[in-house]
């Protein structure tokens, strides 16, 4: 009889644990980005996971060919519940996500990043960050210039800190990199009508400018020069005294840097500087989409966005939290300051093989 009943008992408990672990949610979620950020994804998804005993985060990190794989997810029928996205990609997948106008609070994000987030009317995800490319300097080398600086007036640093042993300016060979060279014009790629404008007057006097700082000045390295490194690596070691790059730096710069550094926008010139944005989508077809939206609030709330601030990786989209970054040190309230003279990249559903057969074409 004892032994009857103590098989039962582990029957029983067998079949409670079965039954505990069947009601568990699935939640697919996935993301590019560094080790770092991984880090900082996995502790989020855990407090979730804390908070939300019923729901499992199942993480996907897609660290290269994000979107290309992305868009195999689509295709098979196996796309994450739950897509980082940012808002160069969002048109291409307008039709497979969820509208979440309904679930943002959109008083608490800046208006670039809802606008980024958006397409065709449709909020197609809630916004994490906002993204603008700034200059980094080394003010050991050069100093500070003002946020009243001109196009001019960058040309003429980079020259005077050039050097043997010590490159101006940095320099990269895609349009990304040149856009904010372009708009300072007036050119671009697109228009905010979604036209094509890269052979206008201002984008070629852009496109020229830019190629100038390489070719002619001397001022930026070749990719010869910077050889088997990187340009963040030349800057940290005292070969190159202004760095244009983004946010996501940041912490590497402030934990490598053994010099004086700060940060300087970008020269404000005839069109609004470019930004762009990163934000959580939903897949229209999910069969969890009550839990991807809890799981998208919480990502979203100020609480997760203070702490992704705390982190030194982004710029967060939640005007709250990024209050965090409203700083003296190292000009670091620049990155908020700059927000205010930046407005959405233009883009459409062809902007990246537009953009693509822009860099094959230039060759800058």
């Avoid at 965090?324 to 930046?342: A, G, P, Q």
Wanted: contains cysteine; proline residues 4%.
């Amino acid at each position: 009889m004892i032994k009857k009943s103590l098989v039962l008992l582990i029957v029983s408990v067998l079949l409670c644990g079965c039954t505990a672990k069947s009601s568990l949610e699935e939640v697919t979620f996935s993301s590019w980005g560094s080790i770092s950020e991984v880090e900082i994804i996995k502790k989020v998804i855990r407090d979730f996971e804390e908070e939300n005993p019923s729901v499992k985060i199942k993480f996907l990190h897609i660290p290269q060919n994000y979107f290309q794989k992305i868009q195999l997810l689509f295709a098979s029928n196996t796309a994450p519940d739950v897509i980082f996205i940012n808002n160069l990609y969002l048109p291409v997948y307008e039709s497979r996500l969820e509208d979440l106008s309904e679930i943002i609070d959109k008083e608490k994000f800046y208006p670039q990043a809802l606008k980024g987030m958006s397409y065709n009317g449709r909020t197609l995800g809630v916004p994490r960050d906002i993204s603008n490319q700034i200059f980094y300097v080394n003010t050991d080398m050069m100093s500070l210039p003002a946020k009243e600086w001109t196009i001019e007036d960058l040309l003429k640093y980079a020259q005077k800190a050039t050097s043997k042993d010590v490159f101006g300016i940095s320099y990269e060979d895609t349009i990304y990199w040149a856009l904010p060279y372009l708009r300072y014009f007036g050119g671009g790629v697109l228009d905010m009508d979604g036209n094509v404008i890269i052979n206008t007057p201002g984008s070629i006097e852009g496109i020229d400018f830019y190629r100038a700082l390489k070719n002619k000045y001397k001022v930026a390295p070749s990719d010869s020069q910077v050889g088997s490194s990187t340009l963040a690596q030349m800057f940290l070691d005292k070969k190159l005294a202004m760095y244009f790059s983004g946010r996501w730096l940041y912490p590497k710069i402030s934990e490598k840097a053994d010099f004086n550094w700060a940060v300087i926008n970008f020269p404000i010139g005839k069109t609004p500087l470019p930004c762009d944005v990163s934000g959580w989508a939903i897949s229209k077809n999910s069969k969890h989409k009550e839990s991807a939206i809890k799981f998208v609030k919480y990502l979203s709330d100020e609480k997760t966005a203070k702490y992704f601030a705390e982190t030194g990786l982004i710029v967060p989209a939640n005007i709250e939290a990024s209050k965090l970054l409203n700083k003296d040190e190292h000009n670091e309230k620049v990155f908020l300051e700059v927000i205010n003279y930046s407005e959405n990249t233009p883009v459409n559903k062809n902007y990246k093989k537009l953009t693509d057969e822009i860099n094959d074409t230039l060759r800058l």
